[in-house]
């Protein structure tokens, strides 16, 4: 099991930025892979960036460009710049592959 944290959403214009913060807290074991997810309306969940635990990141080709993953033991971060109206969703921190304990999430909200 697995218990996360989520932080740092908000409403933004277009084109402006966010962080996001999580901590992932393992009720044993160390976790490879952090990643972010999200989730608009009406859509599946989806993979936005992970980062594991030997420095490594990955952020999909949607976002390449203007999000960025950083992780520091159990907290990962998404650095969110240029945000564009499609990167409203609800933003998930989990593990990769994910389980069934999603926290609450944070809502991100990009107004045009």
């Known amino acids: 099991q697995v218990r996360f944290e989520e932080s740092g959403g908000g409403l933004v214009q277009t084109g402006g930025s966010l962080r996001l913060s999580c901590t992932a807290t393992?009720?044993?074991?160390?976790?490879?892979?952090l990643a972010w997810y999200r989730q608009a309306p009406g859509k599946q969940r989806e993979l936005v960036a992970r980062?594991?635990?030997?420095?490594g990141s990955y952020v999909v080709d949607s976002v390449k460009g203007r999000f960025t993953v950083d992780r520091t033991k159990n907290t990962i971060n998404l650095h969110m710049n240029n945000l564009k109206p499609e990167d409203t969703a609800k933003y998930f921190c989990?593990?990769?592959?994910?389980?069934?304990?999603w926290g609450k999430g944070t809502l991100v909200t990009v107004s045009s």
């Open positions: 989990q593990v990769v592959p994910p389980n069934d304990s």
């Open positions: 393992p009720s044993r074991g160390s976790i490879f892979f």
């Open positions: 980062a594991d635990s030997e420095g």
